[in-house]
């Protein structure tokens, strides 16, 4: 039986950040953002969250700050 490979995980860069940022501005659904940036939709949603923020207060600088 062939072992499964997993897909090797790329973090969110700041410049993703501010992509996502712009996009939600634009009233861009996740899924379209999710599209464009080349990640799946819930990982968007989870960076988001992940920031403190909602779509309305999502910011890229203070979700870069909250990982450093």
Known sequence: M?????APY???T???RVLIEQMIQDNVPTSGIA???????NSI??????SGADR???SALNA???IT
Request: glycine fraction near 4%; proline fraction near 0%; aromatic fraction near 10%.
């Open 2 to 6: 062939a072992e499964r490979t997993k």
């Open 35 to 41: 599209l464009i940036i080349g990640k799946h939709k």
């Open 14 to 16: 700041f410049k993703d």
């Open 64 to 66: 870069q700050l909250r």
């Open 56 to 58: 309305k207060s999502y």
């Open 45 to 50: 949603s989870m960076e988001i969250a992940y």
């Open 10 to 12: 790329h973090h969110t």
